[in-house]
């Protein structure tokens, strides 16, 4: 997904660097030719940072997770920070293996998962899961689409349950709706969505119909739905921002009537069933050890509120992201 990067937001990247340095993160080094106070003392500066952050997991936190890498790496440019998105499972496998150091997650782990949180376990990965942002979860279909504005969970359960046969026709989904084959698109099994959107709409995690185009990458979704007038799709509520010329947001009916995701519906929970948290999982014991990898999570929680709504997204609410903040310094010693 392409992001802009305007000025005010490398403004902000910069002072939060600064702001990481001040605190002992050593992000940066201080700023030449600084006075001391009346009674300081001239200390080194920090050494710049270097090495490499690996990044794997949620295709939805990936945006918000590559604007910070990217700004994180213009200030600090000894460190390599890639950012893939193989899905929130496919991720945590990965992160739980020991292979990266932070997951991208849609969901919460799995703790009782033998790729998941048993694997974490069993190798010795400790985590911590942190808050980064409110997502929508998104339904959205082609904008030539001008009879399906609104679906009941019922009716997508319809479209994406495991008993949805091969030819469902839009006039099965609703008999006023034409009799023209639906046209289905949905996120991996890896994913996080896919296992949010199968829990909340087809009443059990991974029962889907077996007849859709699956896809990790959110953007392969986008063109289908954009290319075809009886495709539908769902995916977070950031792609659908981006893509707003290409796609039309459907409203979802989940028992109190049709309801639009928008940045209101959603921080509100209105949006419901399918308003959410989105998360990022760090290796806590790598980041005890390794300055780059603990200076990078300070700058991502400072500075996710407004990278987050760059990209899309519904910021934290300052308590919850105030809380994350304890929580990660606690498990890293401050």
Request: aromatic content about 8%; overall charge negative; some cysteine.
């Amino acid at each position: 997904m392409t992001t802009t990067r305007p000025s005010r937001l490398a403004a902000l990247a910069l002072t939060a660097t600064f702001a990481i340095a001040a605190c002992g993160g050593g992000a940066t080094p201080s700023p030449t030719g600084a006075v001391p106070t009346d009674g300081a003392t001239d200390e080194p500066s920090m050494a710049p940072l270097s090495g490499t952050v690996t990044i794997d997991g949620s295709s939805t936190v990936y945006p918000i997770t590559e604007l910070v890498a990217e700004e994180f790496q213009l200030a600090n440019t000894g460190v390599q920070v890639p950012v893939a998105f193989s899905g929130t499972g496919g991720g945590f496998k990965k992160f739980c293996a020991g292979d990266t150091d932070i997951n991208d997650a849609s969901r919460p782990i799995k703790a009782e998962d033998e790729g998941e949180g048993l694997a974490c376990e069993t190798n010795g990965v400790e985590y911590v899961e942190l808050q980064v942002a409110i997502d929508g979860l998104t339904v959205v279909v082609n904008p030539a689409n001008d009879f399906a504005a609104c679906l009941t969970v019922n009716q997508l359960a319809r479209i994406y349950g495991p008993d949805s046969p091969e030819h469902l026709l839009w006039s099965d989904v609703d008999p006023s709706f034409p009799a023209d084959e639906v046209q289905r698109y949905m996120p991996g099994a890896d994913s996080g969505t896919f296992d949010y959107f199968t829990e909340e709409i087809n009443g059990e995690t991974d029962a889907a119909t077996t007849h859709a185009t699956q896809s990790e990458d959110d953007n392969t979704l986008v063109t289908g739905v954009a290319g075809d007038t009886y495709a539908i799709a769902f995916f977070g509520y950031a792609y659908y921002v981006e893509n707003t010329d290409k796609l039309e947001a459907v409203e979802v009916d989940g028992g109190d009537g049709c309801v639009a995701p928008t940045d209101e519906t959603i921080n509100s929970n209105e949006y419901a069933p399918l308003s959410r948290p989105i998360f990022i999982y760090p290796d806590v014991g790598k980041a005890k050890e390794r300055p780059e990898l603990k200076a990078f999570v300070d700058y991502y929680l400072a500075n996710t509120n407004a990278f987050s709504t760059e990209v899309g997204y519904i910021a934290v609410p300052d308590d919850v992201l105030a809380a994350e903040v304890a929580e990660w310094e606690a498990a890293v010693g401050g």
